[in-house]
């Protein structure tokens, strides 16, 4: 049983990226690769490379020959309008929790959006509310020293709301800092300020909110978050290195540092990176410690490396993992090529053929019903033809025993009376009042067919019910004869149906009023595509 073919290829999808993004985590660390500029670039390739993925990969999809009868290709049901009663339950099941993960995925989507406005206009709070620095603080010559050293220039504010120093704005940059920064030494504010104004130069605040953009899209996917996670310290070990080379005060920088280590946790959520986040402590000061270096020779040999193997697995993960295409019916050509030149010959006697009608239907269900006295029978359905059943719907009663042919002369009509929630085996059963009694010579063991209409449809194309279909029609694309107009042909058509009844079906597509259909089983002449009818 399919589940619906856009959470198929969502989940096909989301177990490439995962299986891509183990694949360089692993390579990252066989290839023993820290240099950041190395790792930055691999990082964002990768992310550009499993968003790209959809759009570059082959998509499989299968071929359907209208000659052979075929499950229904599935799709995102409508399950306000589709009969309750029609589905089994399993179908059931797969379509509304198909259902429940879309809605769950977009209300998601959008809680993590809404969150990344409201970051934005606590962003401008932040920056309406904040101070300028007093003139004669010893601090602007710290900063128009870092800014020669940097190339680049921002403006400095004091906020008293913050833990930490954020930089964020692109064509204004604004860097806010916290009251502890002033009572730094001047070194270590010169390391800091270094830090903020290499983001500003990067314009690394765009970056940083494009990243959560993509993590607000993909806010289910694990890999995503670690990829964007693994790119984010890259880009602060690349800033890191950068601030030792200008200032040349590593120790200084690294106590900078660990002087707002702890602070993040009562940070204000804001779409804007921290100077320092918790998770990224160990292995930044380990990177600065180390003090990796890279040669041109190295960094070239380890990303044509990464990128061959990287693509090898990309290759592996969707030939594993492949996404799906909506099946397409044969070409007419191929067709007509794989069937027999000759039509067979059915006797219209041993046919049956109905016609095609537009009107009122109604929606009814059949079920073996049993007396329990004159007036009252108990009738026993699957449970998921009750789903429709409800008290007061009408019920005609009708025997198929010989001597009990007269039941249906008798009028032997009533109603639903109660309605059974208790499930026995699937089944469940209704209680139903005649209108009138029992004749006496229909007695309680007599076997009685009670029919309960449940619904009518208005002006709906129907005809009747095909032999030797499934319970569940509702959607179901069948192929099926229709009779050519001089009545001596029938040439197989596919049909789309809708609600069915014990007897007549709803059709959505396929065939017009007035046209008629063979309903007999017509499985032997699965390979043709016209049969003749002899009078």
Request: glycine fraction near 4%; aromatic fraction near 6%.
């Amino acid at each position: 049983m399919n589940a619906p073919l856009w959470s198929a290829n969502l989940l096909s999808w989301s177990a490439q990226i995962a299986l891509i993004a183990l694949a360089a985590w692993f390579l990252v660390r066989v290839l023993r690769i820290q240099d950041p500029r190395v790792l930055l670039i691999q990082w964002r390739v990768l992310i550009f490379a499993c968003l790209l993925l959809p759009f570059i990969e082959p998509w499989h999809r299968l071929i359907v020959n209208p000659l052979i009868p075929a499950a229904p290709v599935a799709s995102f049901p409508d399950l306000a309008s589709a009969p309750v009663s029609a589905p089994s339950h399993a179908l059931l099941s797969i379509a509304r929790l198909a259902q429940i993960t879309g809605v769950l995925i977009l209300a998601g989507i959008a809680f993590r959006l809404t969150t990344i406005a409201l970051g934005l206009l606590k962003l401008r709070q932040l920056r309406r509310a904040s101070s300028t620095v007093p003139p004669q603080s010893e601090f602007h010559s710290i900063l128009a020293q870092m800014s020669a050293e940097t190339g680049t220039r921002a403006k400095a504010c004091i906020s008293a709301q913050l833990h930490s120093p954020v930089t964020f704005g692109l064509a204004q940059p604004v860097i806010l800092l916290p009251d502890r920064f002033f009572h730094l030494d001047a070194q270590s504010q010169a390391a800091i300020l270094c830090h903020e104004l290499l983001h500003v130069r990067r314009r690394d605040w765009a970056h940083h909110l494009a990243e959560e953009f993509l993590c607000s899209f993909f806010w289910f996917h694990p890999a995503i978050h670690w990829l964007v996670a693994r790119v984010r310290l890259a880009r602060e070990q690349l800033v890191d290195r950068e601030v030792v080379h200008l200032t040349g005060a590593r120790k200084i920088y690294l106590q900078a540092l660990l002087e707002f280590t702890g602070t993040t946790s009562r940070a204000i959520a804001i779409p804007a990176p921290p100077f320092l986040a918790e998770r990224q402590v160990v292995e930044r000061v380990a990177l600065m410690l180390k003090e990796v270096r890279m040669s041109r020779t190295r960094m070239i040999a380890s990303l044509s490396a990464a990128a061959c193997l990287l693509a090898a697995c990309a290759v592996l993960a969707v030939s594993v993992f492949p996404l799906q295409a909506a099946p397409s019916p044969q070409s007419s050509s191929q067709t007509q090529t794989a069937a027999p030149a000759s039509s067979p010959v059915v006797e219209a006697n041993t046919i049956w053929i109905a016609k095609v009608k537009r009107g009122d239907m109604s929606i009814q269900v059949s079920g073996i019903a049993e007396a329990l006295s004159a007036n009252d029978l108990r009738v026993s359905l699957p449970e998921g033809m009750m789903r429709d059943v409800q008290a007061g719907q009408g019920v005609l009663v009708n025997t198929h025993h010989e001597m009990h042919r007269r039941a249906v002369e008798y009028g032997l009509r009533g109603h639903v009376s109660s309605v059974s929630m208790e499930v026995v085996a699937g089944v469940r059963t209704a209680d139903v009042t005649l209108d009138s009694p029992l004749p006496k010579d229909i007695d309680s063991s007599a076997t009685l067919e009670a029919t309960i209409s449940v619904a009518d449809l208005k002006n709906v194309v129907y005809v009747g019910r095909p032999a030797h279909t499934s319970e569940n029609l509702y959607g179901a694309t069948l192929p099926i004869f229709k009779v050519t107009e001089d009545g001596k042909d029938a040439e197989r058509v596919t049909v789309q149906f809708g609600r069915a009844s014990a007897t007549t079906v709803q059709v959505l597509s396929g065939l017009q009023p007035g046209d008629n259909v063979i309903l007999s089983d017509m499985s032997p002449y699965d390979k043709f595509t016209r049969v003749q009818i002899k009078r």
